[in-house]
């Protein structure tokens, strides 16, 4: 892939418009562009590319989307992106059909399943941070509490009592 005709290297990678450039001052200036990351959710894969790396026929891709079982993200012009994570669970579906035997219906129940699972220990962990803040924030307004008391006021200590018995008599 060429640069544009009118373009140019600024010396830092980056490709210039020309327009400006070798003007007093440089053009206008430019901001920098924040770095490009790839995750396993990143979609990037057309679909023949993701045929090709799942072992599957594009059609059969494109029946899983119908069925919503694997459903790629979309770009604007509607064509189907996959990600790494798209083409692993494609790889699954096809071991659940072909090895195991099981009817596409069931895979979708089974991958329904798994995700309710995911989003329910998500929330769990989410709880549990919650609470271990709150016992923290607890913690601390108690030590709060027991600093500020006041140093000459005795604590109180509960007598024990005793089963002996004492008879009064009076004086006469």
Known sequence: MSPHPD???D???RIGTGLGEGLPGGGRPRAAAPPYVLT???PVYVISVAAELSGLHPQTLRQYDRLGLVSP???AGRGRRYSARDIQQLREVQRLS???GINLAGIKRIIELENQVAALQSRVTELVDA???AAATLQQREAAVHASYRRDLVPY???QQS???VVWRPKR
């Open 7 to 9: 373009s140019s290297r």
């Open 11 to 13: 010396g830092t990678g």
């Open 131 to 133: 609470l271990e803040s």
């Open 73 to 75: 993200d979309r770009t």
């Open 163 to 165: 089963s002996a018995l």
């Open 98 to 100: 072909q090895d195991e």
């Open 40 to 42: 396993e959710d990143t």
């Open 157 to 159: 200590q509960q007598v």
